[in-house]
């Protein structure tokens, strides 16, 4: 059995596996360590020799740290209320408009993501904070629902990422470089999530009545009670750019903020503290466990050659690179029916970063054409949190709004997926806009 005819049986037990729902990092190194052992014909010494180094290979590094940093950042922000404060923030300034609160909500879950760094975590946060509000304001289920399960992808596109520190691990990228390339990508998809309200409401006036307006008073008050967290972003992120700072040591940094500024608004006791604690700490477990799995699914793959010819074929087939790239996207908007948005990332990027780092794309020098493929990566595996029949995002959000129906939701979410496509192919045809901030200040 060749190679390569190997690989493939080891995708297609890992698909298999994977519709019995066995968790994702179990699936891989299972996968994984089946391949190896049928590479070297059984031999149980070299496995036992590679397995003994590959758990300290992985968690030893450094980058890693960052990680169980950002997720406290998060648990800080949503036990300490931070979240409420960034919604009454925006929807002071723009409640009065039509579709201002869904438009607030949007805004709040980019600010909220800027110091969460997970999707899901911004989704379920900011849904308890806006669908109150929204449903005393008499908004539709559709657009209520719809406006946050897509709001809620921003926080993985606004940095800090999880899923970016991870592709900067696998493909020895640097995190900081990274961030910067994310944030114009992560502020079109705010400000196109805003605009896809805007025309909702003004063709169906009563999806989004106006709010009241707030008085001036009110705003200020709202805006002084965001500036501590407005302040420990631009700490964290201007850190980071500016090189005083390497990624784990502003994520340290970030978090400690964060957990201060939660007990000291009295948003936070200890309860919440020990909660944060074990809810970070129980995501960083899954998130190295997965990474295990795909490190042990990467070795197996990497005996049998599978990347490496895959990359050749394409590189030597005549296929237009665009036409390459945008058949991994579609691979990727399909593997979102499937897994989650971590899973996509380890399981594919070790196959196709090859094949796209073998072919020319509009001039980009190597270390351009990966920071833009990691950019363009995030922005498609966020769509599958988004669409059926996994969309994890709209389950949360639909859990919350106990009274909508999930079709209402899926219905209310595919103007917004309208939104991501527009966003995508501008930034697969203008790889500049990406690199823009990473050119200027990236050094």
Request: hydrophobic share 55%.
């Given at each position: 059995?060749?190679?390569?005819?190997?690989?493939a049986?080891?995708?297609?037990?890992?698909l298999?596996?994977?519709?019995?729902?066995v968790?994702?990092?179990?699936?891989?190194?299972?996968?994984?360590?089946?391949?190896?052992?049928?590479?070297?014909?059984?031999?149980?010494?070299?496995?036992l020799?590679?397995l003994?180094?590959?758990?300290?290979?992985r968690?030893s590094?450094y980058?890693?740290?960052?990680?169980?940093?950002?997720?406290l950042?998060?648990?800080?922000?949503?036990?300490g209320?931070?979240?409420?404060?960034?919604?009454?923030?925006?929807?002071?300034?723009?409640?009065?408009?039509?579709?201002?609160?869904a438009?607030?909500?949007?805004?709040?879950?980019?600010?909220?993501?800027?110091?969460?760094?997970s999707?899901?975590?911004?989704?379920?946060t900011?849904?308890?904070v806006?669908?109150?509000?929204?449903?005393?304001c008499?908004?539709?289920?559709?657009?209520?629902?719809?406006?946050?399960?897509?709001?809620?992808t921003?926080?993985?596109l606004?940095?800090?990422?999880?899923?970016?520190v991870?592709?900067a691990?696998?493909?020895?990228e640097?995190?900081?470089?990274?961030?910067?390339?994310?944030?114009?990508?992560g502020?079109?998809?705010?400000l196109g999530?805003?605009l896809?309200?805007?025309?909702?409401?003004t063709?169906?006036?009563?999806?989004?009545?106006?709010?009241p307006?707030?008085p001036?008073?009110e705003?200020?008050?709202?805006i002084?009670?965001?500036?501590?967290?407005?302040l420990?972003?631009?700490?964290?992120?201007?850190?980071?750019?500016?090189?005083?700072?390497?990624?784990?040591?502003a994520?340290?940094?970030?978090?400690?903020?964060?957990?201060?500024?939660?007990?000291?608004?009295?948003?936070?006791?200890a309860?919440?503290?020990?909660?944060?604690?074990?809810?970070a700490?129980?995501?960083?477990?899954m998130?190295?466990?997965?990474?295990?799995?795909?490190?042990?699914?990467?070795?197996?793959?990497?005996l049998?050659?599978m990347?490496?010819?895959?990359?050749?074929?394409?590189?030597?087939?005549?296929?237009s690179?665009l036409?390459?790239l945008?058949?991994?996207?579609?691979?990727?908007?399909?593997?979102?029916?499937?897994?989650?948005?971590?899973?996509?990332?380890?399981?594919?990027?070790?196959i196709?970063?090859?094949?796209?780092?073998g072919?020319e794309?509009?001039?980009?020098?190597?270390d351009?054409?990966?920071?833009?493929?990691?950019?363009?990566?995030?922005?498609?595996?966020e769509?599958?949190?988004?669409?059926?029949?996994?969309?994890?995002?709209?389950?949360?959000?639909?859990?919350?709004?106990k009274?909508?129906?999930?079709?209402?939701?899926?219905?209310?979410?595919?103007?917004f997926?309208?939104s991501?496509?527009?966003?995508?192919?501008?930034?697969l045809?203008?790889?500049?806009?990406?690199?823009?901030l990473?050119?200027?200040?990236?050094?």
């Amino acid at each position: 059995m060749s190679g390569i005819a190997i690989g493939a049986t080891m995708f297609a037990v890992l698909l298999v596996l994977l519709v019995l729902r066995v968790h994702i990092g179990i699936t891989m190194f299972l996968v994984g360590a089946a391949g190896y052992l049928t590479m070297m014909g059984g031999e149980i010494t070299p496995f036992l020799n590679m397995l003994k180094n590959l758990a300290y290979a992985r968690l030893s590094n450094y980058d890693l740290a960052v990680i169980p940093m950002f997720l406290l950042m998060g648990q800080f922000a949503t036990h300490g209320g931070l979240s409420r404060a960034l919604f009454r923030c925006v929807s002071s300034l723009v409640g009065h408009w039509r579709g201002g609160v869904a438009i607030a909500s949007t805004g709040a879950c980019a600010g909220f993501g800027a110091i969460c760094g997970s999707s899901l975590a911004t989704a379920a946060t900011m849904g308890q904070v806006a669908l109150p509000e929204l449903k005393r304001c008499n908004y539709s289920g559709a657009l209520s629902t719809g406006a946050l399960a897509a709001g809620g992808t921003l926080g993985i596109l606004i940095p800090p990422s999880v899923p970016l520190v991870i592709y900067a691990v696998l493909t020895q990228e640097s995190i900081g470089k990274l961030f910067m390339a994310a944030v114009l990508p992560g502020l079109i998809a705010m400000l196109g999530y805003m605009l896809v309200i805007r025309i909702i409401v003004t063709l169906k006036p009563e999806a989004g009545p106006a709010g009241p307006r707030v008085p001036l008073a009110e705003k200020l008050r709202s805006i002084a009670n965001v500036a501590p967290v407005a302040l420990i972003f631009l700490v964290v992120i201007v850190g980071i750019y500016g090189g005083w700072a390497n990624p784990t040591e502003a994520a340290s940094i970030g978090a400690a903020a964060c957990g201060i500024l939660a007990v000291v608004s009295g948003g936070m006791r200890a309860e919440g503290i020990r909660e944060s604690v074990l809810g970070a700490a129980e995501a960083t477990a899954m998130i190295f466990l997965v990474l295990l799995g795909a490190d042990m699914l990467n070795t197996g793959l990497a005996l049998t050659q599978m990347p490496v010819e895959l990359a050749n074929w394409v590189k030597d087939s005549g296929l237009s690179p665009l036409l390459v790239l945008t058949a991994i996207l579609l691979v990727y908007v399909f593997l979102g029916c499937v897994m989650d948005a971590l899973a996509m990332i380890l399981l594919t990027i070790p196959i196709f970063y090859p094949m796209v780092m073998g072919l020319e794309f509009w001039g980009l020098t190597p270390d351009e054409k990966s920071i833009w493929f990691g950019i363009l990566v995030l922005m498609v595996v966020e769509i599958g949190l988004v669409h059926p029949p996994v969309g994890m995002n709209i389950y949360i959000i639909n859990k919350a709004a106990k009274d909508v129906p999930l079709t209402d939701t899926f219905r209310g979410v595919m103007p917004f997926l309208a939104s991501d496509l527009v966003r995508i192919t501008l930034l697969l045809f203008f790889p500049a806009i990406t690199l823009y901030l990473v050119r200027t200040f990236g050094g």
